[in-house]
């Protein structure tokens, strides 16, 4: 039971987070379930891909409880949606499947160098010109494949890319973290499906495991974050964001430094 409750604790706090900055909490998600398998003494060979299995599946619950409050404040942007999705949706499903077959080690680093990346672009928030627009479908749909690739390998929703990206391009910031999230859905779903069939059939996994998901920590993580996503949402359109969001990116620096640390 304890370990569950550890669970809850922390989809209470990536639910808020999803909320708040409409990042589906993979990457604050993956080090901490990483730790809690770790210390349960689960599959050591496959911690990470558990993790980052786990993680991504949660996504569809936290990003959804997230998108319902952000589409009744009005402020999720569907035609990008429409033309980043498939793209996304592309990219997330070929490096996920991909990511089962990585050794633990590069795998833990490549999140970190990632995670420590997607944090700069959030911590320096640059401003975008005045007259900076999105582009094109094909250009939209080749950024979205490139998010979705690096989403697949980190179990991110991708809006710790696509919001910044949104951003640079002159979409508001509550707009863009709303139709984040709102990305971020689609590619929870392929996600998942993808490091289900990288897990399958792999011998010595945890109890009540299908492929790299572990459902009795998906269950207590859900249980909290659909409660928390809806609050950080409403959240985000009262609270000075971009400190929130600076907040955010350092606490992103030392959880991809505990990464490194652990699996080096």
């Known amino acids: 039971m304890i370990w569950l409750a550890g669970y809850a604790l922390a989809g209470a706090l990536v ?5 708040l900055l409409g990042i589906g909490g993979g990457m604050t998600l993956v080090p901490i379930l990483a730790a809690l398998l770790l210390a349960q003494g689960a599959a050591p060979d496959h911690i990470v891909h558990l993790a980052l299995g786990t993680a991504m599946a949660s996504i569809l619950f936290t990003s959804g409880a997230s998108v319902r409050e952000h589409h009744r404040l009005g402020a999720v942007d569907w035609s990008v949606v429409r033309r980043m999705a498939p793209g996304m949706v592309a990219g997330t499903l070929a490096s996920s499947f991909a990511a089962g077959y990585l050794p633990q080690r590069a795998l833990a680093i490549a999140f970190a160098l990632i995670v420590y990346a997607g944090a700069t672009q959030i911590l320096i928030g640059r401003k975008p010109d005045a007259s900076r627009t999105l582009p094109g479908p094909l250009p939209l749909f080749g950024v ?3 998010i979705g690739v690096i989403s697949g390998l980190v179990s ?3 809006s710790f890319l696509s919001m910044p990206f949104m951003a640079w391009c002159g979409v508001p910031v509550r707009t863009a973290i709303a139709t984040a999230a709102a990305l971020g859905l689609p590619v929870a779903l392929v996600g998942t499906l993808g490091y289900i069939g990288a ?3 792999i011998g010595g996994l945890p109890p009540y495991t299908i492929g790299f998901v572990v459902l009795p920590a998906l269950a207590a993580l859900v249980s909290t974050s659909i409660i928390t996503a809806p609050m950080g949402a409403r959240a985000a359109h009262r ?3 971009p400190v929130l969001r600076r907040i955010f990116a350092c606490s992103l620096y030392l959880l991809a430094t505990k990464m490194i640390i652990t699996y080096w």
């Open 15 to 19: 639910g808020f987070l999803a909320g």
């Open 144 to 146: 979205g494949a490139v």
């Open 156 to 158: 991110a929703g991708g």
């Open 199 to 201: 897990g399958w059939g």
């Open 239 to 241: 609270l000075p964001v």
